[in-house]
């Protein structure tokens, strides 16, 4: 089966492939890669020397294997459909059965409605005119009027009932009426389903059988087509073998010819190279007549210079004499300007008496300053103390107005949760109502400078600051790259000697290169006071810095240099890195920026440490939060039930006060019923009205 379909699809590509017109995005663009890779395959052809057309041609004859999965697609695929047809009729049938049920259930539906909308209205009406009859029976007077009102009330009531009870029971007979129908449809039902599984297994066996046959076809085909295809390629792999003997015969032969050719032309190159030869060696010979000529006026230029020299030395000789007479004259120079220093040394002697006067007087104020400063210093620490205490007391006052905040949404939500919705309440974690006063964020920890030159020197220094951040949770990444940082450390390690001691340098001797530079590392670390790895980073951007400064100044300098200095001097070392002869200078700048970089701390108040406000936010969000989103629309869910719930509550405490009234109303009549009946005039009249009351009493 997966072999016909593997045929199947290849034959479709091969015959109608993917279209430019097609409307799928994809299928055009497959259908560009196709038509690209046929070009490219006709150019390769063409360079080959194959004929286009012969290939057309063959292209154009179809092959029976291909004609055969065609006709066995085409049957399979006529086959399958009639099949779908013949399975999908049962839910065709079904789907227009329930169709019609649906429209006939709707017009019933409309009937119902319509039915119940009638009877609604006239039992409204009828109730109506009974409420206004009972207005109108509590202005009768006369008992015989009361009866009769009231025994018309109570049959229109009745009929209401009546009528209310009939329309119940016809609902009731047409709710039976649905589920008689109901279990016809299901029963229906089963029967479909039992056909369109005895459809569909019948459809299986028959698509097995026909795809079998169909794939028997198939194989039968393509090994006669295999036979036919071994017997041309066998017929056409003899003719281009003979072909192929023949071209190398007749190559055999023009290499024959070649070979006398260039035999030929040998010899005309020994005759041609000799010839050449002798018209050389004439003019070698010439050559050496001139240079001899040349030779002999070296020699007569040599004599005229050598008399040069001698006038030289007798002019210097008397230059000597003249210099010895400036040296005396300079001598009595020396002499004069000692006079003139040691009247200098005088005046320096008070100069200095002076200002050691002025740095007396410089020194007193510098105290009183001090002084100053240090009670500048005490009220400030005075103040910073009254501030932290004002911020702790307004942050603990605001603390506890939210924690009491929280304890009342949470009782009232747990009260929501309990007796309205009668739903388990749980708890939501409450881990910042333990805390009291402001919040502390502990300072990150930090690698020794030690560590981070180790790591950075034996190659593992991106692991181990990897590692590192994930460990902490920290993910931003190290201010610079370890192999910068390297860099400037063996830069520093080979121009920092001096920070040593000589003893330690001849005991690093015998060690290896690594484990050298990590000992003088940690003597330089030691000598400069670099504790931690932001001192290194420190140190590393420091001389990075310092070294473009220098380059930026030597390139200034370099403006009026020709364009060969320029380029040596720029080349002599690396442009992102520090010259060597610059570390020292580097070094002392780094040293006095870190030691007064230090010594700010110091000045700082105790107490008057910054606080991070990092998480303040969070904490107060989270308490702010601590019902959530989902609970609050839950709230007002409640809050609109319990709304409807008060109408409902209000109208019936309006029920009630009329049906008080209307109780009162009847006691009321019951009283003046009986003030008639016990009358004395009732005694004197022929027929009292107890008989009529009788009567009625007993007809009804």
């Known amino acids: 089966m997966s072999w016909v379909s593997t045929v199947m699809e290849g034959e479709e590509a091969a015959t109608s492939g993917p279209s430019l017109d097609s409307e799928d995005q994809q299928e055009r663009i497959q259908a ?161 389903i039992n056909l369109l599984i005895e459809r569909m297994e019948e459809q299986v066996r028959s698509l097995s059988r ?62 041609r190279d000799g010839e050449e030869y002798n018209i050389i060696k004439i003019k070698l010979e010439t050559d050496v007549q001139i240079l001899q000529q040349q030779l002999q006026q070296m020699k007569a230029t040599y004599q005229l210079n050598q008399e040069k020299l001698e006038y030289n030395f007798q002019v210097l000789k008397k230059r000597d004499e003249e210099n010895t007479i400036t040296k005396s004259q300079q001598k009595r ?70 924690k009491q905040l929280v304890q009342k949404v949470l009782e009232v939500d747990r009260i929501i949760h309990e007796q309205q919705l009668g739903l388990p309440w749980k708890a939501p974690d409450l881990w910042f109502m333990d805390n009291v006063g402001p919040l502390v964020v502990k300072p990150k920890q930090q690698k020794t400078a030690s560590m981070l030159a180790k790591e950075v020197m034996t190659g593992s220094g991106r692991d181990a600051m990897t590692s590192g951040d994930q460990e902490s949770g920290d993910s931003s990444p190290p201010p610079l790259s370890p192999r910068t940082v390297k860099q400037i450390l063996e830069v520093l390690c080979d121009e920092s000697g001096f920070l040593m001691e000589n003893k330690l340098v001849q005991l690093l001797s015998p060690l290896e290169k690594d484990e050298r530079s990590l000992i003088r590392l940690d003597s330089i670390f030691g000598a400069l006071q670099i504790e931690r790895e932001d001192d290194v980073y420190k140190l590393v951007d420091f001389f990075l810095k310092y070294g473009q400064q220098q380059e930026r100044s030597l390139q200034d300098e370099e403006e009026g240099a020709q364009d060969s200095d320029k380029t040596h001097l720029r080349t002599s070392h690396p442009t992102h890195l520090i010259h060597p002869n610059d570390v020292l200078r580097a070094l002392t700048a780094f040293t006095m920026e870190l030691h007064h970089s230090r010594e700010k701390p110091h000045l700082r108040l105790p107490g008057s440490e910054e606080r991070h406000s990092s998480e303040d936010a969070a904490y107060w969000s989270t308490a702010a939060q601590v019902i959530p989103q989902s609970r609050l629309k839950v709230w007002d869910a409640l809050e609109s039930a319990m709304e409807k719930y008060y109408d409902v509550l209000t109208c019936r405490s309006q029920l009630i006060t009329e049906t008080s009234s209307l109780r009162q109303q009847n006691a009321e009549l019951r009283m003046l019923l009986h003030q008639y009946l016990n009358s004395r005039i009732n005694a004197e009249l022929e027929i009292p009205p107890t008989q009529i009351l009788q009567v009625d009493s007993a007809h009804v």
């Open 32 to 192: 560009r890669r196709l038509r690209i890779t046929a070009r490219i395959e006709a150019k390769r052809r063409e360079a080959l020397g194959e004929d286009p057309s012969s290939m057309q041609e063959h292209k154009e004859t179809p092959r029976k294997s291909y004609k055969q999965v065609d006709d066995s697609r085409q049957r399979l695929s006529k086959l399958v459909n009639d099949g779908t047809q013949l399975v999908t009729n049962i839910q065709v049938a079904a789907d227009a059965r329930e169709t019609q049920r649906r429209a006939e259930e709707e017009e019933l539906k409309r009937l119902r409605v319509e039915k119940i909308d009638n009877e609604e209205k006239s039992s409204f009406e009828k109730f109506e005119d009974i409420t206004k009859k009972w207005l109108l029976s509590g202005e009768k007077k006369i008992a015989q009027e009361l009866w009769t009102a009231l025994n018309s009330q109570q049959q229109q009531c009745g009929q209401l009932i009546e009528d209310k009870n009939t329309l119940i029971g016809e609902l009731q007979q047409e709710l039976k009426r649905k589920d008689e129908q109901y279990v016809k449809d299901l029963k229906k039902q089963c029967e479909d």
């Open 210 to 271: 026909t795809y079998r046959d169909e794939l028997l076809q198939v194989e039968k085909t393509f090994e006669q087509e295999r036979r036919e295809l071994l017997y041309k390629n066998r017929n056409k792999w003899e003719q281009e073998m003979q072909t192929r003997r023949d071209e190398e015969l007749e190559s055999l032969m023009n290499r024959m010819k070649k070979v006398e050719e260039y035999e030929k032309q040998l010899n005309q190159c020994r005759v």
């Open 333 to 402: 120079r020396i002499t004069r300007l000692q006079d003139v220093l040691n009247n200098l040394k005088i005046k320096l002697e008070k100069q200095i008496k002076l200002y050691k006067e002025e740095n007396q007087s410089l020194t007193d104020d510098f105290k009183r300053i001090a002084e100053q400063y240090k009670e500048l210093k005490k009220k400030m620490r005075h103040f910073a103390a009254v501030d932290a205490k004002k911020f702790h007391d307004i942050w603990v006052m605001n603390e506890e107005e939210m």
